[in-house]
């Protein structure tokens, strides 16, 4: 018996869709929502991210999330009334059939939801086409194929108000495949989906942290008068200290249950967490089997996905990179040539396919130093404490019995916060600038991390345990130096203080590690 592959999607649109006949009842869901789902879908408001443009891209690593916020998406606006048939999904990674002729498959699957699903409505309200892994369906090495650009162009001119989105790994891998079908930059967008942030793990676990008055929101300190852009061009702190202030008050009588939990989320990272089936409430209960099959799905992704970077030549090269970066876990920062002696290759090949690449796939981000226009050493820090644990250590009971590696970990969630608050504070000022953190040395010592505030370093040091007095003369050298008025002192459990949230040399905002995780 022969088989049509190029039917082989279309024979399965009704078991990757089953909201059409079953509606709300066809969802298994997790029960929380990320972080990402509120900017998405702005449940609170009318439209959402997916109507701003033509086209969205949703990309990050496997596991963080992407295809769970898509269908979160599909059930809230049914949930809300829409038409279970005015949402089409179709997922290029749950068959290896659906890639073959995909160009093919892809339009005859359009066809058939158009003429047999989509045509029992009346009313022309929006619809929307959901293409999950999109990058499984490119095709460069096959001319005759069109892979999903030049389809998803056609799709979009053949309806109104109809919007695509995509699912992939890299940005880069939706930029490149509409760049080839001639689709305008200004009919897309991308979004980053990252593993879950701290905030995300916790409202887990406890629910009532979302009710109004217990939601520590960002917003206010990302634009408004008394945020920290706001602080910066004014150069006064006192709107901003006692905004955060307020924020504390909300949860000040549960910062015990919050403190507690900042060991599991290091141990546990964004994507083991997510991922399990029910609310993990201890890293402890997670076994070496949950962190090998992270390591695993970390480097069969970066098999499958980094063929597309046509500069990376040794792909067990970026396995390597990783796993250097989690035994050093951004301590310190590392010489290029050392690393060239260590992968026997040249800088370039460092600095400009390995690094990218893995910045890319949302892995690990490589950090020079601040103000320095030749950088002899850069730090490695893996974007999941997580896979860090999955990397270095095998399972979560070295973190959970040693603060001196609690401690590392909590550089490097600090970090991956870092660029997600700068990210948040520029895409509030409506900046178009990509998120950057640095660090810096200066005669007292060295700042953790600097951000990029829309053109101004913002210098933040974690002081995780005590003493904080030189982590306080590094930053007031560095504001001095760069003549800026406000940075922050972060600490751990262990440093004792009269005031959780204070201001020191009036310039400096101290304030808890854990709470600085709940703004970003």
């Known amino acids: 018996m022969s088989v049509d592959a190029r039917n082989s999607l279309v024979q399965s649109l009704h078991d990757h869709n089953p909201w059409w006949e079953q509606g709300t009842a066809a969802f298994t869901l997790p029960a929380r929502q990320k972080s990402d789902f509120y900017h998405l879908a702005r449940p609170d408001r009318s439209g959402s991210q997916f109507e701003d443009q033509p086209l969205l891209g949703l990309v990050g690593r496997r596991g963080a999330g992407k295809t769970t916020l898509c269908k979160q998406f599909i059930h809230h606006r049914i949930e809300a009334g829409a038409e279970p048939e005015r949402f089409l999904y179709l997922p290029f990674d749950a068959d290896p059939l659906y890639q073959l002729q995909s160009d093919e498959q892809l339009r005859r699957a359009v066809r058939y939801y158009e ?46 108000d109809r919007y695509v989105i995509v699912t992939a790994s890299a940005e880069v891998q939706v930029e490149r495949e509409l760049e080839s079908a001639g689709f305008p930059e200004n009919q897309y967008d991308t979004q980053p989906i990252l593993p879950e942030k701290f905030r995300d793990y916790l409202f887990t676990l406890y629910s009532d942290l979302e009710e109004s008055e217990r939601r520590v929101s960002p917003t206010s300190i990302r634009s408004g008068e008394k945020s920290l852009p706001a602080a910066l061009e004014s150069g006064e702190t006192g709107p901003l200290l006692g905004e955060l202030r307020g924020k504390y008050e909300k949860i000040e009588d549960v910062e015990p249950r919050i403190q507690s939990k900042v060991v599991d989320y290091l141990a546990m990272g964004g994507t ?51 796993a250097l970066a ?13 690393l060239v002696e260590l992968f026997d290759v040249d800088r370039r090949t460092i600095a400009d396919s390995y690094l990218p690449a893995l910045a890319d796939l949302y892995l690990l981000t490589g950090v020079t130093e601040y103000d320095n226009a030749r950088p002899r050493s850069v730090r490695l820090y893996l974007r999941d404490t997580g896979l860090v644990t999955a990397l270095a250590d095998g399972n979560a009971d070295r973190v959970l019995s040693d603060f001196d590696r609690e401690a590392d970990l909590a550089r490097v969630a600090g970090f991956d916060h870092s660029m ?89 905002i101290q304030l808890p590690y854990w709470f600085y995780l709940l703004l970003c």
């Open 326 to 338: 989690a035994h050093n876990r951004g301590s310190d920062p590392i010489r290029y040539q050392e």
């Open 272 to 322: 083991i967490s997510y991922e399990y089936d029910g609310v993990i409430d201890s890293a402890s209960n997670l076994t070496t089997t949950d962190y090998t099959r992270l390591r695993e799905e970390v480097r069969d992704a970066l098999y499958q996905e980094v063929p597309g970077f046509e500069s990376i030549k040794t792909i067990a090269d970026l396995e390597r990179l990783c």
């Open 115 to 160: 003429s047999r699903i989509l045509g029992r409505l009346d009313s022309p309200e929006p619809h929307f086409i959901f293409l999950d892994d999109v990058h499984q369906i490119e095709h460069p090495g096959k001319p005759t194929i069109d892979g999903w650009g030049a389809p998803v162009v056609d799709i979009l001119d053949d309806a109104a």
């Open 420 to 508: 997600r608050f700068a990210y948040g504070v520029n895409a509030a000022q409506e900046s178009e600038r990509d998120p950057s953190v640095q660090f810096w040395r200066g005669r007292q010592g060295e700042v953790d991390f600097v951000l990029d505030i829309d053109d101004t370093p913002v210098p933040v040091v974690l002081a995780y345990r005590p003493p904080i007095d030189d982590s306080l003369d590094v930053i007031t050298e560095f504001l001095d130096e760069y003549d800026v008025p406000v940075g922050f002192l972060l600490t751990g459990d262990t440093v004792s203080t009269e005031e959780p949230i204070t201001l020191r040399e009036n310039r400096v």
